[in-house]
Structures are given as C-alpha cells and as structure tokens.
C-alpha cells in the first residue's frame, strides 16, 4: 500500500514538472479566449486559466486528503485563513466571474506550495524542480533573441522602441521570469556542492552559467520592464 502512495506521488510530482515546464511557452496563447455562459455570469477560458484551475483542482483534492500531514506545513493555517477570506470576497465583488477567476489563481499558488512542500522529499527531487524551471526558460529565451535581433518586439507607446516578451503575452511578466531565472543562476554560481551542478566538470559549469546570466541580463534590458528592472538593480546592490 505505502508502495503504492509513494508511486501515485511521484507520478503527480513529474505530472506537475511538466506543467511548469510548458506553462512559460503557452502563456502568449492567453490573448485567444473562448467566452462560456452560465446562468447568471459570462465565462472566458483560456490556457492560464484552464491550467490555473487544474492544478486548482489537483490541490484541492490533495489537500482534502492529505490535510492531518499538510497541517504540519509551515504557515498552513494562516494561508488558510487567507484563502478562506479570499473566498468568501468573491460573492460581494460586482464582477463575479472575474473575482472567481482570480481566487482560482490566488488559490492555485498556495496549493501548489502545499503540493511541492509535500511531494519533493529529497535534494534530487529539488534539483530536478531546478533544472525543470531552467529548461522552462529556454523556448522563451530562443524567442525573445529573435525578436530583438529581427525587432519583432512590442513597440513601446511613448518610447517607441522595440521591447521583447518570448512567448508571453506582455513584455512585464517575461522581464519577471527572466529575472527570477537570474536569480537561480546567480545561486547556482555560488553553490559549491558537487551534486547542485549542471555539468560535470566545476569549470565547465561556471562558465556556462556565467555566459547564461549575461544572456540573461541582456535579455531583461530588453524588455524595458521599469519594476524588473527596479527589482534587479537592487538584486544587485544587495548581493552584488
């Protein structure tokens, strides 16, 4: 039985690397939405929400059954409490949907806080959640190079230069991810534990994270996100 458990986990776990190994390279198909009717809201679905509500869903059910183990999470009662006054705003907001619509995705980042605190047991299912959400990047990335060298970038409404977003819908949330990737290469480049390295060979793997955060930097200059940016410089100033 407990083989069993431990079976269905790691399935959910490899279940929920996938979606965060593609969800980067969807999020420009956003702007396509199909519009649902009920009886008293209109619906808009697309890949955000559609995956938003499935890992919703997923953490739902597992913390429903999994709830006397996820008690012992750090800070599970105040997230809670959170989600539970969340909810309960949704049914005095004059737009219900829309205050549907992002309770689900408010929720869906808690739960999968619940869910990653639960199913990575070791530091090898961390590492593999590392290099997951590195290899997320790289689609985006190879976009994003052509766009700012062929200037197929979102052209700016005051500026008018040319900001590149990869395969998001809007250069912002790309220019955050962008800097959230900086981040773990940067950490990377400071790990000296053998088993935390990409490649075999220490020199080998300096270099190349080396060369990937200058991309990287490059690459977030790019996007002229004035709050990424913010965000970076003090990235710097504090750990530089």
């Known amino acids: 039985m407990e083989e069993v458990k431990n ?13 965060i190994l593609i969800r980067p390279s969807l999020d420009i198909f956003n702007q396509k939405e199909i519009e649902i009717s009920f009886w008293f809201f209109n619906f808009t679905l697309g890949v955000n929400i559609f995956l938003g509500g499935l890992v919703f869903l997923i953490g739902l059910l597992f913390l429903a059954k999994n709830l006397k183990v996820l008690q ?41 806080y619940f869910l990653a605190h639960r199913l990575i ?10 290099k997951i959400i590195l290899a997320s990047y790289l689609l985006p990335a190879l976009f994003a190079v052509f766009q700012l060298v062929f200037g197929r970038g979102l052209v700016d409404e005051f500026g008018g230069f040319q900001r590149i ?14 800097f959230l990737i900086f981040g773990l290469i940067f950490s990377l480049l400071l790990v000296k534990d053998k088993e935390l390295r990409l490649w075999p060979k220490e020199e080998n793997n300096r270099i190349i994270l080396g ?7 490059f690459l977030l200059l790019a996007t002229y ?16």
Do not use: M, V
């Not at 959910?12 to 690397?17: D, G, I, P, S, T």
């Open 7 to 19: 079976k269905t986990q790691k399935s959910l776990l490899y279940f929920l690397l996938f979606l």
């Open 72 to 112: 012992l999470t750090p800070l599970f009662y105040p997230i809670i409490l959170f989600l539970g006054l969340s909810f309960a705003s949704i049914f005095y907001f004059l737009d219900f949907s829309l205050s549907l619509k992002e309770f689900i995705r408010i929720a869906g980042i808690f739960l999968l």
């Open 121 to 130: 047991e070791n530091k090898k299912d961390w590492f593999l959640l590392l």
């Open 165 to 178: 977003y990869g395969t998001f819908s809007h250069p912002n949330p790309f220019a955050f991810y962008t």
């Open 211 to 217: 060369i990937s955060a200058i991309i990287l930097i």
């Open 225 to 240: 996100s004035r709050s990424a940016l913010a965000c970076f410089f003090g990235f710097i100033f504090i750990f530089g």
